[in-house]
């Protein structure tokens, strides 16, 4: 979805972004108050976790993610951002202050998103685990993820893995969207919602930045010396 102010001018038609998969035939349709389960390639990617993140706000979605989501949400960053510092040259010591900063942004990602999203309740995880049992998964660290969509009885898991979760299949019950697919074909068929989101983005682009992306820190400075 485009992030860009709407300057007071008539809002653009909601339109999928270049790359993303054409809306699924088969299955259930996005619709207002849906439950969606987020895997953590929808919460790294800006375009489609601020958007997710507003609709939980005004009550459109009941979003939810996980305690393994949040886990990995935290790891690639701290992970992306390691490497890069490492590539320029830091040493032990100097890493410290890179990671220090995209911790900083993690904890207000993170902040920001707990009170808004819902995670599944611990019993129905277990049950959900048990469910899952003898079935063959592709990746065996997304378990956790496809059991947590279960857990919350999710029509949709929202994910850009076209190998584990491909978009428009259902798995174990639940159908995988990839979530700026979800997002364009529901402020397709509900425009009030697709308004109250661009004029909220619009409203936090003039008051400041937006939420930030620990995913792309600022660029790291060769190393101190």
């Not at 997710?52 to 886990?71: F, G, K, M, N, T």
């Not at 919602?193 to 909220?200: A, D, E, H, K, P």
Request: net charge neutral; proline share 12%; hydrophobic share 40%.
């Amino acid at each position: 979805m485009d992030r860009r102010a709407t300057g007071g001018r008539r809002l653009s038609e909601p339109r999928l972004a270049p790359g993303s998969p054409p809306i699924a035939t088969e299955g259930p349709k996005p619709a207002h108050l849906d439950r969606v389960f987020v895997d953590t390639s929808s919460l790294l990617t800006p375009d489609d976790d601020l958007p997710l993140l507003i609709c939980a706000q005004e009550e459109d979605l009941r979003v939810y993610w996980s305690p393994y989501v949040v886990s990995e949400f935290t790891r690639v960053p701290t992970r992306e951002t390691a490497i890069a510092a490492v590539q320029r040259g830091y040493s032990a010591a100097e890493l410290r202050a890179p990671l220090e900063a995209v911790r900083t942004v993690i904890d207000q990602v993170v902040t920001a998103h707990e009170q808004a999203w819902h995670c599944p309740d611990p019993l129905y995880m277990r049950a959900s685990h048990q469910q899952l049992e003898g079935v063959a998964l592709a990746d065996e660290q997304d378990r956790p993820v496809l059991a947590g969509a279960l857990a919350v009885g999710a029509r949709f898991l929202l994910s850009r893995d076209k190998r584990q979760f491909p978009h428009g299949e259902g798995e174990s019950g639940v159908w995988c969207w990839h979530p700026d697919t979800y997002l364009t074909a529901l402020f397709q068929n509900r425009p009030d919602i697709y308004r109250r989101v661009r004029l909220r983005i619009a409203d936090m682009q003039r008051a400041g930045p937006l939420l930030p992306n620990p995913i792309f820190p600022p660029p790291l400075p060769p190393a101190p010396r």
